[in-house]
């Protein structure tokens, strides 16, 4: 009885403020139970937050509703701008090459779910704020959700029944995370798929195209050549393929455009594949790799970050890098090595490999900055004008022929568009749009423990009403249509009729989800990185499409 006067006596922001913290240390705790791997994950913190609404409501307790509501949202704008931020380098590669079947897999998943989800509304007569908190929950994507709230109440729905999406969702939830390890289970056993010999061929496919930049060294015997100056050799240089040390005999030298070949020397390449081999056929004959390495001489090589805001935006032929005597063989940007090549745009945080004598490499990271405890600080200026830039691309409207009314990405869509294209541009002006990968995680975490554990509150009050007397059994019957039709008829065709890697399916199964659970389940069937490859692949756009279905469902059916 003290305790209940006590919390009565606290104002309602405070109350809030506590059970914020009680929904946030709880959910944590219970998400991180787990049985060989499986558990409720971040998804612990709705729960926790939907027994604390429950407990708060049914003593009598009033929590700050305006605080709630902004801590909601704040905490999804923080998750998908962060979100933005880590897969926005790599998003617009994911959508070439191998990337665009994975892409093309993920995306069925994503368009066949909404279709399923918009054919239980007709024939079930599910109402629409809980067929996309149901749709969300059984993908198991969060900001799903968020973009659902945030859509139903821009349509001017009343509170109470907007969370009837929270309820949708948390009813789905538990077997959205079991539907899609029954889904990897059932292609396996059905198929008699022998992970082993999945191994095999991926690491097999893997060796035949590398993921870094290879490195080749080249005996120059074409008589043609002779005479000839670097610089003057077809492709070289200006296809992505760079010398980064010459072989003279016995003598190691850094070469530059202007140095004379001759028969004999011995040339370090670094660039694509493919365009090696071309250079292979036009100088003469690839030797042992060996022959140039830089022990015992006067060369060496060097890693330097780029840090310095003089060096943004600026092309590497601004650098006057041969005068200097140093060449830079690599460039790693975002975890992926790029093509080096005279227009070259550097960005902040790039890591690029420098070629020369210790002296002279000395003398040029002043020119890239080379401050690595630079890398480790969040650029919050940057991080705050991007938010504000996504807020306002997330009002704008869209126009989408077929639906009653424009459509906007929102405060869930806007940020992350924001973030992906910044992140991808590196800086504007004074605002540099890095951040750490430690930083990242720790700012995505605590957005997405605010916005659950506001979520769960708001919501708390109807769950066990709703569960027990009202429709959540029939939901969560509905929620596993969602969950499994998608992801059997596309991961069976997958496999029969586009002959994916059982592996890297498996990975685009889970990236489909947005479900880390799933991705550690598929990773612990092997050695290889296949799942966590095709998990990152289809991540970013699918990321997209679940952030915008659940507004094109509330337009295409309420609006």
Known sequence: MGMMNFLHSLSEVALASAALALAGALGLLLGGVNWRGIGLGIGGVLFAGLFAGHFAASAGLHLSTEMLEFVREFGLIIFVFTIGIQVGPGFFATLQKAGLQFNLIAASIVLLGVATTVALHFIAGIPVPALVGLMSGAVTNTPGLGAATQVLKDAGVAPEIISEASLGYAVAYPFGIIGILLTMIAVRTVLRIRVEAEEAAYESARAKGAAELPAINVLVHNDNLEGLTLGEVPDLYDQGVVVSRLKRGEVLMHPSRKMVLHLGDVLHLVGPAEKLHAMVLILGEEVDHSITTTKGSQLTWQRIAVTTKKALGKRLREFGLEERGVSISRCTRAGTQLPVEPALSLQFGDILTVVGAPTDIDAVKPLFGDQTKSLELVQFAGVFFGILIGIGLGSIPIAVPGLPAPLKLGLAGGPLVAAIILSRIGFFGPFVFFMPPV????????????????????????????????????????????????????????????????????????????????????????????????????????????????????????V
């Open 439 to 558: 930083a990242n995680h720790a700012l995505r975490e605590l957005g997405i423990v605010l916005f659950l554990a506001a979520v769960g509150l708001k919501a708390g009050g109807r769950f066990f009403e709703t569960l027990v007397d009202g429709e959540g059994l029939a939901w969560m019957f509905y929620g596993m249509f969602i969950t499994l039709i998608p992801l059997m008829i596309v991961g069976f065709a997958a496999r029969l009729i586009w002959k994916v890697n059982y592996l890297s399916l498996s990975g685009v199964l889970a990236g489909s989800m947005t479900d880390p659970p799933a991705l550690a389940f598929a990773s612990n069937m092997s050695n290889s990185s296949a799942a966590a490859v095709g998990y990152a692949s289809v991540y970013p756009l699918v990321m997209c499409l679940r952030i915008l279905a659940p507004q094109i469902i509330v337009l295409g059916l309420m």
